[in-house]
């Protein structure tokens, strides 16, 4: 498999408040609105902004879950996480007229079923307050042909809205899920219930060294097609933590047909990527989860030629 190169842009840090700055750990997702990178954190109940043009200053964070400060001890933390595992920006609409961003828990267990929306302003930052919605008909409805539910990554692709479910040893494949964007603008608007989906698109993406690779975030690029990460985590369930061996790109366009662009270096855990067209090619930005608290997520980025 052809080698990607990366290059480190920083360890990633926030500042809650007033007070000083703090490593943003477990970063699962990433949105690039304008030249600002927002991210959500698997063991956060937050959002955080990061400048592009200055990524190492300590970022912004807003509330999205309206709940206690989660425990610093790691089993009682994992117990209680809303496990925001994917982000996505969605259009303009009534209720939302600069946009909104979606923010995704996993579906892994029964505390991890909510999501929250998060209006813009004009400029493109949060304004008023997260939205809370209950997505455990969506994933209930989900689980019969998803035993192993894990909800990894999320995008608005044109008129299509798609997850990203991460395969586990064992069978469950690789599996990209597509709903009219329509139908879910209907759902959060609270018109319609939460239907299945009306594309499915199964994902091979193999393995590296031996462990299976499983998906990790999604984004729509321009001509259609959408870019992903996967990572190969030896773990056999949703939940559970692994060794990790690496991390790989690829591309899936509408019907189906998937390229792996290529492997990260070293043994990084991508959870989350943007990018944009740049020349002949995309910029894009990566952004990586270390599974350990006090661990800052890393911001790589790199240029694809595709």
Known sequence: MKALQAELLTPLQVRPGAGAPQPWCAASALVLLGERLYSVADDELGLAAFELAAPARPGRCWPLVAAPPLPEQAAPRKARKPDLEALCSLPAAAAWPHGALLALGSGSTPQRCSWALQPLDAAGLPAGTARPFDASALYAALRPAHPLLNIEGACVAGERFWLAQRGQPGGQPN???????????????????????????????????????????????ADGRLLFSAAAEDSDNPVADGTVS???LGCLDPAGGLQLLGRLPGTLKVEGLVARP????????LVTDADQRGVAAQLLHLRLPI
């Open 175 to 221: 599996r990209l899920l597509g709903w009219p964007l329509a139908a879910l603008l209907d759902w959060l608007a609270g018109r319609s219930a939460p239907s299945l989906p009306m594309q499915a698109l199964d994902c091979p993406l193999g393995a590296l060294d031996g462990v299976p690779l499983g998906l990790t975030d999604l984004c729509a690029l």
């Open 246 to 248: 690496g991390s790989v």
């Open 278 to 285: 740049a020349g002949a090619g995309l910029d894009a930005w």
